[in-house]
C-alpha cells in the first residue's frame, strides 16, 4: 500500500474519531430540562454547557474529513468507468452514496443540536402557553454515531476507487513496464535476418563480367 493512502486514510480516521469523540461529548454536557429555571412566566434562564463548543467541533471534523476524502479522489461523477464489470468500481460507488447521505444527517444534527442548546433567557409561545425547548436526548449521539459510520465509508470509497484504478486499469490507462530504479525496461529491436542462404557463383562467370 502506498505512503499516500496510508497517510490520507490515518488523517481521515483520526478525525472521524475525534468527531464522533466530541459528538458524544456533547451528548453528555447537553443542557437537561432540569437544569433550566424559569425566573418568569415568560423567561427561561438556561446555564451554559460545553454541549455548543463540543458539537460544532464534531461538525467541523467531520466536514474537513469528507473534504480531505473528496478532493483525495476526485470527482467521481465526472469520470464514466469504461469496465462495468469491475466490482471495485460498484463499490466505490455504494459507498460513495452512503457515505454523502450518512454525513449530511450528522452533520445536520450536530448543528441543530449545537444551536438549540445556545439559547439565553429565550423562550417560545404555543397556543397561549409558555415552553423551554432543550435538546431531545440522541440528538448528538445520533450525530458521532453517523459521523463515525461516514467516516468509515468514505475511508472504504477511497480504499476501493484507488484499488479500482489499479486493476486493470478502468481508468483506460496503462502502467508501462518498470525495471529497478524507475528505469523502463523494453526488449531490443533487432533487424530482421535474411533466411536466404549465400548464392555462390562460378569463377567463369566473374571473369567474363570483368572483361566485358
Known amino acids: 500500500m502506498e505512503r499516500k493512502v496510508v497517510v490520507i486514510c490515518g488523517v481521515v480516521g483520526l478525525l472521524g474519531i475525534l468527531s464522533a469523540a466530541t459528538g458524544f461529548g456533547a451528548e453528555a454536557t447537553r443542557i437537561?430540562?432540569?437544569e433550566v429555571q424559569v425566573t418568569t412566566p415568560t423567561q427561561c434562564a438556561y446555564p451554559w454547557?460545553?454541549?455548543?463548543?463540543?458539537?460544532?467541533?464534531?461538525?467541523?471534523?467531520l466536514m474537513i474529513a469528507?473534504?480531505?476524502?473528496n478532493v483525495a479522489t476526485g470527482c467521481i461523477c465526472c469520470r464514466k468507468n469504461p469496465n462495468p464489470s469491475n466490482s471495485y468500481w460498484t463499490m466505490a460507488l455504494v459507498f460513495f452514496v452512503v457515505s454523502w447521505f450518512t454525513?449530511?444527517?450528522?452533520?445536520?444534527?450536530?448543528?441543530?443540536?449545537?444551536?438549540?442548546?445556545d439559547q439565553h433567557g429565550e423562550d417560545s409561545i404555543y397556543f397561549?402557553?409558555?415552553?423551554?425547548?432543550?435538546?431531545?436526548p440522541g440528538v448528538f449521539a445520533g450525530g458521532a454515531v453517523l459521523s463515525l459510520a461516514s467516516v468509515s465509508l468514505g475511508i472504504l470509497y477511497y480504499?476501493?476507487?484507488?484499488?479500482a484504478k489499479d486493476d486493470g486499469r478502468p481508468w483506460g490507462t496503462s502502467a508501462p513496464n518498470q525495471g529497478v530504479g524507475?528505469?523502463?525496461m523494453g526488449r531490443p529491436e533487432l533487424p530482421p535476418q535474411s533466411t536466404q542462404g549465400p548464392v555462390f557463383v562460378h569463377e567463369d562467370t566473374y571473369m567474363r563480367r570483368q572483361f566485358t
Open 49 to 61: 454547557s460545553p454541549a455548543l463548543p463540543l458539537g460544532l467541533t464534531a461538525a467541523v471534523a
Open 128 to 136: 397561549g402557553n409558555y415552553y423551554c425547548y432543550v435538546v431531545k
Open 159 to 163: 480504499l476501493s476507487l484507488t484499488r
Open 32 to 34: 437537561k430540562g432540569s
Open 182 to 184: 524507475g528505469i523502463a
Open 66 to 69: 469528507q473534504v480531505i476524502i
Open 103 to 117: 454525513f449530511i444527517i450528522a452533520f445536520l444534527l450536530l448543528l441543530t443540536g449545537a444551536a438549540l442548546n
